[in-house]
């Protein structure tokens, strides 16, 4: 692997430059690619204080609160800020959730993946109080069910890594010997016919956008697919969203 960083200084550490190198050592540009990132993100990882760190990104806090009241109020949670900061800062020196670290084959590491943003949401559901169970059936077009306040929710869950936007719509079925043009395997639009809730989960820090798909339906079939994630920002971590609709409060 040397012979890579030493190619990589040649172009003075330029991404552009990895296209060429990959060529030249008959590598894919993707699989170099994730080889300079994590190698990069670990040498700085080492070298940086994260206690200092934490400490630098309260002060700039601190900074920010104009008014006594905030100032009061940071003073009350300042320990528990403090600790908060150092764990989250510890996932983005190691650029999120390790990610294949078994160098598992790309199909099938396509599907655990799908499978792993399910298990984050059942698991972040449950930490948040909730009563939440995957569903086994994989033709089943929900994935997992939320028992809250007498009533189940069907949950429809998609997994977000890079990119910033989602989709409503099923991705059309590809592959060798598969006619991708055909209409069965063209993929659906996903609506509240098929789930109540839908969430997208961002595998790189598991971070939830909850969103109702009541809202998700009042897209025509071209925009909804491919929604930015700012225009989903209020339904991000927003886990009242599972309260107000087993309370028939409008979303």
């Known amino acids: 692997m040397c012979e890579y960083m030493e190619e ?89 959730f390790p990610v294949n670290i078994n160098n598992i084959e790309s199909g099938v590491m396509t599907a655990n993946a799908g499978d792993s943003a399910e298990f984050i949401f059942v698991a972040r559901a449950i930490l948040a109080g909730f ?24 949950v429809q869950i998609k997994g977000i890594s890079t990119g910033n936007n989602i989709s409503f719509k099923d991705r059309d079925r590809g592959g060798q010997g598969i006619d991708h043009t055909h209409e069965k395997n063209i993929g659906k639009r996903i609506t509240s016919k098929d789930c109540d809730i839908y969430v997208a989960v961002d595998k790189q820090v598991g971070i939830c956008y909850i969103i109702p798909m009541t809202w998700a339906d009042e897209f025509d079939d071209d925009s909804c697919k491919s929604i930015k994630l700012s225009e989903i920002i209020r339904f991000k ?4 969203i599972i309260k107000e609709m087993t309370t028939d409060k409008n979303i």
């Open 8 to 96: 990589l200084k040649k172009y003075n550490y330029k991404k552009a430059s990895v296209k060429d190198i990959a060529k030249k050592y008959n590598l894919t540009e993707t699989k170099l690619l994730h080889y300079y990132q994590n190698r990069f993100f670990s040498d700085i990882a080492k070298a940086v204080d994260l206690t200092r760190l934490s400490q630098n990104n309260l002060d700039e806090i601190k900074k920010m609160l104009g008014s006594e009241v905030l100032k009061q109020e940071f003073k009350f949670i300042e320990t528990n800020l403090k600790k908060i900061i150092e764990k989250s800062l510890s996932i983005a020196m190691t650029n999120g």
């Open 131 to 154: 009563n939440c169970s995957s569903v086994d059936v994989r033709s089943s077009r929900y994935d997992a069910i939320v028992d809250f306040n007498n009533k189940l929710l069907r």
């Open 237 to 240: 971590e927003n886990w009242n």
